[in-house]
């Protein structure tokens, strides 16, 4: 139970970056890939009005979208045209990054025929079915399993022959990093002797902005501003990270390439803030510390926190007072905080694992890369009384 868990390959296809190399680009090069909503994924002018309050209508002009959402190689993974038709982009970009996780680790689809891998994915919305499902004519039997979310897992044990558990996960924002949770628990207990994980978010219509607009938790301006000023909402943003997981011992036995070692923990707010929606001090606190005393590590000891960093005038203060409270630095060693959200946007269930490949990526190559759209500091959240510094330029790692 308490042996450590290894990261063993990663694939992901985020807004501007459609494989690793790419992402690290973007990264290193502060670029900023949340655009205008373009017309091929619907009549933007129609949906959009800036009063908030507007029926039927969002504020939102922007997302974090990725290039060929409707594009897809369905005969390499042997799945018919007719199938493919039916088949949720969120799938088909689970198993595109799946098949790229798995590529980075130089794990074969023969290696992996038959064992005990287990699939958590973590996903959030289901634009796809509430559109197929409200189109009689065209349904057919793939319609089922092409709109579940459930088959997100299940079609990647399907495809490779896996018989470990394989489980579709909805936390909403957290979705991916308790996929991760998850099969790191079921590694453990030996449930799965290797586990492929992550999460995946599609943006296909226009129906969720409205909601979220009315309850002015998206950005007008259409960008997540973590911890500025300016901050006024998240932008959303699809896409999708996987990881393969591995008891370290194992990991080390089959002279994997191992990215880093995870530890995990998973709790909820209860009635500790107020509404349902809102972020708690108190119980984020509490799980930093769990975590850090049960796996002996001092806090003194991190660098970089890779934070949720939405942007929102209410989950920044808190979420930078959590970590202010428990990192707490009184000398010239400041502990740096950023959030790949400014880059992408909030990919909502496929967020976690984006900012996941994030630090991976900045462990692999020594760098830590800028949070971009901060000219000034929202004056709420308390960094400077902790000793956190945001990164907003390409610096070196600290040896």
């Not at 759209?373 to 510094?389: D, I, Q, R, S």
Request: hydrophobic share 35%; aromatic share 8%.
């Amino acid at each position: 139970m308490d042996e450590p868990i290894a990261i063993v390959g990663v694939g992901c296809q985020f807004p501007g970056a459609n494989n690793l190399d790419e992402f690290w680009r973007l990264l290193v090069n502060g670029e900023n890939h949340v655009n205008e909503i373009p017309k091929e994924r619907w009549n933007l002018d129609y949906y959009y009005d800036p009063n908030p309050d507007t029926p039927n209508k969002t504020y939102v002009r922007r997302a974090g979208l990725i290039d060929g959402h409707d594009e897809w190689d369905n005969r390499f993974y042997g799945i018919s045209s007719s199938e493919a038709e039916q088949i949720d982009p969120q799938q088909r970009l689970v198993m595109d990054c799946v098949h790229m996780a798995l590529e980075d680790g130089g794990i074969t689809k023969t290696k992996l025929n038959g064992t005990y891998t287990g699939v958590y994915i973590g996903v959030m919305n289901d634009d796809y079915r509430g559109a197929v499902t409200g189109d009689g004519d065209h349904l057919d039997h793939y319609t089922l399993t092409g709109s579940s979310p459930s088959i997100a897992s299940a079609r990647v044990s399907y495809h490779y022959n896996l018989l470990g558990p394989a489980i579709t996960i909805d936390t909403a924002c957290s979705s991916a990093l308790v996929a991760i949770h998850l099969a790191t628990q079921a590694l453990k207990t030996g449930d799965c002797k290797m586990a492929i994980c992550g999460g995946v978010n599609s943006i296909l219509y226009p129906e969720i902005f409205i909601p979220l607009s009315k309850a002015r938790m998206v950005s007008p301006s259409g960008q997540c501003q973590a911890f500025s000023k300016n901050a006024n909402g998240y932008a959303r943003g699809e896409g999708c990270g996987i990881v393969v997981l591995k008891p370290l011992s194992m990991a080390l036995a089959d002279n994997d390439h191992i990215w880093a070692t995870v530890m995990t923990g998973c709790n909820q707010d209860g009635h500790t803030a107020t509404p349902i929606t809102a972020p708690s001090v108190v119980m984020q606190g509490e799980l930093l510390k769990k975590m850090y005393g049960q796996n002996n590590i001092n806090p003194k000891d991190i660098q970089y926190i890779e934070a949720h960093g939405t942007g929102t005038p209410t989950g920044d203060p808190v979420e930078a007072t959590a970590l202010g409270q428990f990192f707490h630095r009184e000398d010239e060693n400041r502990i740096y905080v950023g959030s790949v959200k400014t880059n992408i946007a909030h990919l909502e269930s496929a967020a976690g694992s984006a900012g996941l490949v994030k630090v991976l990526l900045m462990m692999k190559n020594g760098k830590f890369v800028p949070s971009l759209h901060v000219t000034e500091l929202n004056p709420a959240v308390p960094f400077e009384k902790f000793g956190m510094k945001l990164v907003q330029e390409m610096m070196n790692q600290l040896v």
